[in-house]
Protein backbone atom coordinates (compact mmCIF):
# COMPACT_ATOMS: atom_id res chain seq x y z
CA UNK A 1 0.00 0.00 0.00
CA UNK A 2 0.95 3.74 -0.78
CA UNK A 3 1.04 5.90 2.14
CA UNK A 4 1.83 9.97 2.10
CA UNK A 5 3.34 10.92 5.34
CA UNK A 6 2.82 13.87 6.88
CA UNK A 7 6.63 14.62 8.14
CA UNK A 8 4.94 17.05 11.28
CA UNK A 9 2.99 13.62 12.27
CA UNK A 10 5.71 11.41 12.00
CA UNK A 11 8.70 12.59 14.64
CA UNK A 12 11.01 9.60 12.68
CA UNK A 13 10.54 8.38 9.27
CA UNK A 14 29.26 0.62 -13.54
CA UNK A 15 27.68 -2.56 -14.16
CA UNK A 16 24.71 -4.05 -12.16
CA UNK A 17 25.93 -7.34 -9.85
CA UNK A 18 23.16 -8.76 -11.17
CA UNK A 19 21.28 -9.63 -14.36
CA UNK A 20 17.85 -8.77 -13.78
CA UNK A 21 16.59 -12.29 -14.23
CA UNK A 22 19.11 -13.36 -11.16
CA UNK A 23 18.84 -9.82 -9.18
CA UNK A 24 15.07 -10.52 -8.79
CA UNK A 25 15.58 -13.41 -6.37
CA UNK A 26 18.59 -13.15 -4.80
CA UNK A 27 19.54 -15.48 -2.35
CA UNK A 28 17.91 -15.09 1.54
CA UNK A 29 21.48 -13.26 2.77
CA UNK A 30 22.19 -11.09 -0.11
CA UNK A 31 20.17 -7.84 -0.07
CA UNK A 32 20.62 -5.03 -2.98
CA UNK A 33 19.94 -1.44 -2.00
CA UNK A 34 19.91 1.11 -4.35
CA UNK A 35 18.92 4.81 -5.19
CA UNK A 36 17.59 6.20 -8.63
CA UNK A 37 16.45 9.55 -10.21
CA UNK A 38 13.32 7.94 -12.04
CA UNK A 39 12.59 11.34 -13.64
CA UNK A 40 9.20 12.77 -13.12
CA UNK A 41 7.47 9.68 -12.46
CA UNK A 42 3.98 10.17 -12.67
CA UNK A 43 3.75 12.97 -14.96
CA UNK A 44 2.17 12.45 -18.47
CA UNK A 45 5.29 11.87 -20.41
CA UNK A 46 5.40 8.62 -21.80
CA UNK A 47 7.08 6.89 -18.68
CA UNK A 48 7.11 3.21 -19.85
CA UNK A 49 5.97 2.14 -16.05
CA UNK A 50 6.85 -1.75 -16.83
CA UNK A 51 10.58 -0.85 -17.81
CA UNK A 52 10.74 0.77 -14.48
CA UNK A 53 9.66 -1.80 -12.95
CA UNK A 54 11.88 -4.07 -14.71
CA UNK A 55 14.91 -2.03 -13.59
CA UNK A 56 13.31 -1.20 -10.12
CA UNK A 57 12.40 -4.76 -9.45
CA UNK A 58 15.85 -6.02 -9.76
CA UNK A 59 16.73 -4.35 -6.05
CA UNK A 60 14.83 -5.59 -2.44
CA UNK A 61 15.01 -1.69 -1.84
CA UNK A 62 15.30 1.46 -3.60
CA UNK A 63 15.41 4.93 -2.65
CA UNK A 64 13.06 6.93 -5.65
CA UNK A 65 13.91 10.70 -6.33
CA UNK A 66 11.43 12.79 -8.94
CA UNK A 67 8.53 11.19 -8.12
CA UNK A 68 5.93 13.82 -8.75
CA UNK A 69 2.66 11.85 -7.87
CA UNK A 70 1.37 8.75 -5.92
CA UNK A 71 -0.69 7.72 -8.49
CA UNK A 72 2.35 6.85 -10.33
CA UNK A 73 3.90 5.41 -7.12
CA UNK A 74 1.21 3.02 -7.05
CA UNK A 75 1.45 2.18 -10.94
CA UNK A 76 5.03 1.08 -10.10
CA UNK A 77 4.37 -0.68 -7.15
CA UNK A 78 1.85 -2.90 -9.18
CA UNK A 79 3.64 -3.62 -11.66
CA UNK A 80 6.36 -4.60 -9.21
CA UNK A 81 4.42 -7.02 -7.91
CA UNK A 82 3.32 -8.41 -11.41
CA UNK A 83 6.49 -8.87 -12.17
CA UNK A 84 8.44 -10.30 -8.92
CA UNK A 85 5.71 -12.30 -7.90
CA UNK A 86 6.26 -10.93 -4.87
CA UNK A 87 4.74 -8.54 -2.09
CA UNK A 88 5.77 -4.83 -2.29
CA UNK A 89 5.40 -1.73 -0.10
CA UNK A 90 5.57 1.60 -0.85
CA UNK A 91 6.13 4.99 1.43
CA UNK A 92 6.27 8.05 0.17
CA UNK A 93 7.01 11.85 1.73
CA UNK A 94 4.72 14.69 1.05
CA UNK A 95 5.52 16.66 -2.33
CA UNK A 96 8.79 19.10 -1.48
CA UNK A 97 10.06 21.66 -3.15
CA UNK A 98 10.25 25.88 -3.10
CA UNK A 99 7.93 27.50 -5.45
CA UNK A 100 5.75 25.38 -8.19
CA UNK A 101 8.27 22.80 -8.72
CA UNK A 102 7.89 19.89 -6.06
CA UNK A 103 8.44 16.40 -5.94
CA UNK A 104 8.10 13.28 -3.87
CA UNK A 105 10.99 10.97 -1.91
CA UNK A 106 9.48 7.42 -1.94
CA UNK A 107 10.99 4.04 -1.06
CA UNK A 108 10.29 0.65 -1.99
CA UNK A 109 10.76 -2.87 -0.99
CA UNK A 110 10.36 -6.24 -1.17
CA UNK A 111 8.02 -7.29 2.49
CA UNK A 112 9.94 -10.56 2.11
CA UNK A 113 13.16 -9.08 1.86
CA UNK A 114 13.16 -6.42 3.74
CA UNK A 115 10.84 -4.95 6.91
CA UNK A 116 9.94 -1.14 7.92
CA UNK A 117 10.88 -0.72 11.43
CA UNK A 118 10.24 2.81 12.03
CA UNK A 119 10.93 6.25 10.76
CA UNK A 120 9.49 8.12 7.99
CA UNK A 121 10.04 11.94 8.25
CA UNK A 122 11.38 14.97 5.96
CA UNK A 123 14.23 16.98 7.23
CA UNK A 124 12.92 19.26 9.68
CA UNK A 125 15.09 22.15 8.03
CA UNK A 126 14.98 25.30 10.22
CA UNK A 127 17.76 27.10 8.65
CA UNK A 128 16.30 26.06 4.96
CA UNK A 129 19.94 25.05 3.51
CA UNK A 130 17.52 22.70 1.25
CA UNK A 131 15.17 23.12 -1.68
CA UNK A 132 14.19 19.97 -1.09
CA UNK A 133 14.20 18.63 2.55
CA UNK A 134 15.73 14.51 2.50
CA UNK A 135 13.41 12.14 3.97
CA UNK A 136 14.34 8.80 5.74
CA UNK A 137 13.66 5.74 7.15
CA UNK A 138 14.98 2.95 9.12
CA UNK A 139 14.49 -0.68 7.86
CA UNK A 140 15.90 -3.95 8.57
CA UNK A 141 17.31 -6.70 6.36
CA UNK A 142 15.69 -10.27 6.38
CA UNK A 143 18.93 -11.34 8.33
CA UNK A 144 18.73 -8.96 11.07
CA UNK A 145 21.04 -6.49 9.84
CA UNK A 146 19.57 -2.56 10.77
CA UNK A 147 19.61 0.73 9.29
CA UNK A 148 18.56 4.37 7.70
CA UNK A 149 18.35 5.17 4.61
CA UNK A 150 18.02 8.42 3.54
CA UNK A 151 16.95 10.35 0.35
CA UNK A 152 18.32 13.43 -0.94
CA UNK A 153 17.79 15.41 -4.11
CA UNK A 154 19.98 18.26 -4.32
CA UNK A 155 19.47 21.52 -6.31
CA UNK A 156 20.67 21.53 -9.71
CA UNK A 157 20.71 25.42 -9.71
CA UNK A 158 21.90 28.18 -11.98
CA UNK A 159 24.98 27.79 -10.19
CA UNK A 160 27.49 24.48 -8.90
CA UNK A 161 27.58 27.11 -5.46
CA UNK A 162 24.36 26.49 -4.91
CA UNK A 163 24.74 22.46 -5.29
CA UNK A 164 27.74 22.70 -2.99
CA UNK A 165 25.69 25.05 -0.07
CA UNK A 166 23.46 21.95 0.16
CA UNK A 167 26.38 19.03 0.04
CA UNK A 168 27.88 20.78 2.89
CA UNK A 169 24.53 21.35 4.71
CA UNK A 170 24.03 17.69 4.51
CA UNK A 171 26.76 17.04 7.36
CA UNK A 172 24.44 18.71 9.97
CA UNK A 173 21.62 16.59 8.63
CA UNK A 174 23.64 13.25 9.26
CA UNK A 175 24.37 14.46 12.92
CA UNK A 176 20.56 14.88 13.22
CA UNK A 177 20.06 11.11 11.79
CA UNK A 178 22.73 10.41 14.04
CA UNK A 179 21.32 12.34 17.23
CA UNK A 180 17.50 10.20 15.95
CA UNK A 181 18.19 7.18 15.85
CA UNK A 182 21.41 6.62 17.93
CA UNK A 183 23.24 3.04 17.31
CA UNK A 184 22.21 2.97 13.62
CA UNK A 185 24.45 2.96 10.67
CA UNK A 186 23.00 5.97 8.45
CA UNK A 187 23.53 5.56 4.70
CA UNK A 188 22.01 8.82 2.49
CA UNK A 189 21.77 8.29 -0.80
CA UNK A 190 20.11 10.13 -3.81
CA UNK A 191 20.99 12.59 -6.59
CA UNK A 192 23.39 15.02 -5.64
CA UNK A 193 24.25 16.88 -8.66
CA UNK A 194 27.72 17.21 -7.51
CA UNK A 195 30.94 14.30 -7.96
CA UNK A 196 32.29 12.68 -5.03
CA UNK A 197 35.63 14.30 -5.67
CA UNK A 198 34.23 18.00 -4.91
CA UNK A 199 35.42 20.54 -1.81
CA UNK A 200 32.08 20.63 -0.94
CA UNK A 201 31.52 16.69 -0.01
CA UNK A 202 34.91 17.31 3.08
CA UNK A 203 32.42 18.14 5.92
CA UNK A 204 29.98 14.76 5.17
CA UNK A 205 33.47 12.79 4.51
CA UNK A 206 34.54 13.02 8.11
CA UNK A 207 32.84 10.42 9.03
CA UNK A 208 31.52 8.67 5.70
CA UNK A 209 32.53 7.81 2.27
CA UNK A 210 30.99 7.85 -1.29
CA UNK A 211 30.30 4.10 -2.26
CA UNK A 212 30.92 4.80 -5.75
CA UNK A 213 33.96 7.15 -6.83
CA UNK A 214 34.31 6.03 -10.51
CA UNK A 215 32.31 5.91 -13.36
CA UNK A 216 29.02 7.83 -14.31
CA UNK A 217 25.81 7.98 -13.58
CA UNK A 218 23.72 10.16 -15.95
CA UNK A 219 23.00 8.77 -19.88
CA UNK A 220 24.20 11.13 -22.44
CA UNK A 221 22.34 11.67 -25.34
CA UNK A 222 24.91 9.39 -27.29
CA UNK A 223 24.42 5.71 -27.03
CA UNK A 224 26.34 4.24 -24.88
CA UNK A 225 28.48 6.79 -22.94
CA UNK A 226 27.50 8.18 -19.39
CA UNK A 227 28.47 12.22 -18.25
CA UNK A 228 28.26 12.67 -14.54
CA UNK A 229 28.66 10.68 -11.42
CA UNK A 230 25.99 12.57 -9.69
CA UNK A 231 24.10 9.70 -8.20
CA UNK A 232 26.15 7.54 -4.79
CA UNK A 233 25.68 6.09 -1.82
CA UNK A 234 26.99 7.66 0.95
CA UNK A 235 28.25 5.05 3.92
CA UNK A 236 29.74 4.71 7.33
CA UNK A 237 33.47 5.04 7.70
CA UNK A 238 35.18 3.81 10.51
CA UNK A 239 32.74 1.49 11.39
CA UNK A 240 32.39 -2.59 10.39
CA UNK A 241 29.62 -2.65 7.43
CA UNK A 242 28.19 -5.39 5.80
CA UNK A 243 28.08 -4.23 2.40
CA UNK A 244 30.35 -6.54 -0.28
CA UNK A 245 29.96 -4.63 -3.11
CA UNK A 246 28.43 -1.41 -4.89
CA UNK A 247 28.10 -0.51 -8.22
CA UNK A 248 25.96 1.39 -11.25
CA UNK A 249 23.40 -0.30 -13.00
CA UNK A 250 23.83 0.06 -16.72
CA UNK A 251 20.17 -0.15 -17.48
CA UNK A 252 20.03 0.98 -21.02
CA UNK A 253 22.31 -2.56 -21.48
CA UNK A 254 20.26 -4.74 -19.52
CA UNK A 255 16.50 -3.75 -21.24
CA UNK A 256 18.40 -3.82 -24.60
CA UNK A 257 17.32 -0.05 -25.70
CA UNK A 258 19.40 2.97 -26.77
CA UNK A 259 20.08 5.79 -24.59
CA UNK A 260 17.71 8.12 -26.62
CA UNK A 261 14.80 5.68 -25.50
CA UNK A 262 15.85 5.22 -21.90
CA UNK A 263 15.97 8.73 -21.30
CA UNK A 264 12.83 9.16 -22.49
CA UNK A 265 10.58 6.45 -21.41
CA UNK A 266 12.57 5.12 -18.56
CA UNK A 267 15.23 7.38 -16.87
CA UNK A 268 18.11 9.57 -17.92
CA UNK A 269 20.00 8.13 -14.54
CA UNK A 270 21.29 5.12 -13.78
CA UNK A 271 20.37 3.49 -10.23
CA UNK A 272 23.09 2.71 -7.88
CA UNK A 273 23.54 -0.24 -5.69
CA UNK A 274 25.11 -1.65 -2.58
CA UNK A 275 24.91 -5.30 -1.47
CA UNK A 276 24.29 -6.30 2.08
CA UNK A 277 25.56 -9.54 2.90
CA UNK A 278 25.67 -9.97 7.22
CA UNK A 279 27.50 -13.44 6.21
CA UNK A 280 30.26 -11.95 4.78
CA UNK A 281 33.38 -10.31 6.18
CA UNK A 282 32.75 -6.34 7.47
CA UNK A 283 34.10 -3.99 5.57
CA UNK A 284 35.44 -0.83 6.99
CA UNK A 285 35.43 2.41 5.15
CA UNK A 286 38.08 5.32 6.10
CA UNK A 287 36.50 8.44 6.15
CA UNK A 288 36.44 10.32 2.45
CA UNK A 289 38.00 13.95 3.77
CA UNK A 290 41.16 11.79 4.55
CA UNK A 291 41.34 9.49 1.99
CA UNK A 292 39.99 7.96 -0.77
CA UNK A 293 41.42 3.89 0.28
CA UNK A 294 38.72 1.13 1.46
CA UNK A 295 40.24 -1.07 3.59
CA UNK A 296 37.94 -4.36 5.31
CA UNK A 297 38.67 -6.95 8.04
CA UNK A 298 40.49 -9.29 5.12
CA UNK A 299 42.56 -6.76 3.46
CA UNK A 300 42.08 -4.14 0.88
CA UNK A 301 38.24 -4.03 -0.88
CA UNK A 302 37.60 -1.81 -3.69
CA UNK A 303 34.52 -0.06 -4.60
CA UNK A 304 35.35 2.17 -7.31
CA UNK A 305 35.77 -0.21 -10.28
CA UNK A 306 31.87 -0.18 -11.44
CA UNK A 307 32.92 -1.53 -15.25
CA UNK A 308 29.78 -0.94 -17.29
CA UNK A 309 29.52 -3.93 -19.07
CA UNK A 310 31.03 -6.58 -16.70
CA UNK A 311 29.34 -9.41 -14.78
CA UNK A 312 32.05 -11.35 -12.25
CA UNK A 313 29.97 -14.54 -11.07
CA UNK A 314 31.21 -16.23 -8.19
CA UNK A 315 29.93 -19.31 -6.28
CA UNK A 316 29.44 -19.73 -2.64
CA UNK A 317 29.94 -23.03 -2.46
CA UNK A 318 32.55 -23.91 -4.23
CA UNK A 319 34.62 -19.81 -3.95
CA UNK A 320 35.53 -20.25 -7.42
CA UNK A 321 34.65 -17.29 -9.59
CA UNK A 322 33.76 -17.49 -13.30
CA UNK A 323 34.32 -14.18 -15.99
CA UNK A 324 31.50 -13.91 -18.93
CA UNK A 325 32.69 -16.49 -21.71
CA UNK A 326 34.26 -18.95 -18.92
CA UNK A 327 32.42 -22.81 -19.29
CA UNK A 328 30.95 -22.35 -15.86
CA UNK A 329 29.25 -18.40 -16.44
CA UNK A 330 26.17 -19.77 -16.71
CA UNK A 331 25.86 -23.27 -15.23
CA UNK A 332 25.44 -22.00 -11.59
CA UNK A 333 22.72 -22.38 -9.32
CA UNK A 334 20.92 -18.79 -8.74
CA UNK A 335 20.93 -19.71 -5.25
CA UNK A 336 24.83 -20.20 -4.98
CA UNK A 337 25.82 -16.88 -7.29
CA UNK A 338 27.79 -13.85 -5.71
CA UNK A 339 28.06 -10.93 -8.45
CA UNK A 340 30.40 -8.78 -8.77
CA UNK A 341 31.97 -5.72 -11.26
CA UNK A 342 35.12 -7.19 -11.49
CA UNK A 343 38.02 -10.02 -11.09
CA UNK A 344 39.44 -7.29 -8.45
CA UNK A 345 36.38 -7.62 -5.85
CA UNK A 346 35.85 -11.23 -6.75
CA UNK A 347 39.40 -12.19 -5.14
CA UNK A 348 39.58 -9.38 -2.50
CA UNK A 349 36.42 -11.06 -0.81
CA UNK A 350 38.31 -14.56 -1.30
CA UNK A 351 37.42 -15.90 -4.65
CA UNK A 352 39.52 -17.67 -7.08
CA UNK A 353 38.73 -17.92 -11.30
CA UNK A 354 37.58 -20.91 -12.58
CA UNK A 355 41.12 -22.68 -13.92
CA UNK A 356 38.87 -23.58 -17.51
CA UNK A 357 38.89 -19.65 -17.42
CA UNK A 358 41.26 -17.59 -19.80
Request: proline residues 5%; glycine residues 8%; charged residues 20%.
Amino acid sequence: MTEAMNPLNCIFGAAIVATLATAAAPALSDTYVASWNVKHLGWDNGKDIRAVAEVAGAFDLIALQEVMSLDGLEKLEWELEQRTGAEWQTMASEAIGRGSYREHYAFAWRTDEVEWVDGAVVYIDDRDSFAREPFSMRFETAEGYRFVMASAHLIYGDSAAEREREARALNSYHAWLEESFAGTPIYIAGDFNLPPGNAAWDPLGQTTAPLITKGATTLSPVNGRFANLYDNIWAPAGIEIPVVSAGIMNFPAELGITHEVARATVSDHAPVWMLIDPDASPVVLLPHAGSRAVSSATGAFQFDEPQIGVDVRGNRKSMIYHIEGCPGFDKMSEKNIVHFTSQELAISAGFRIARNCS
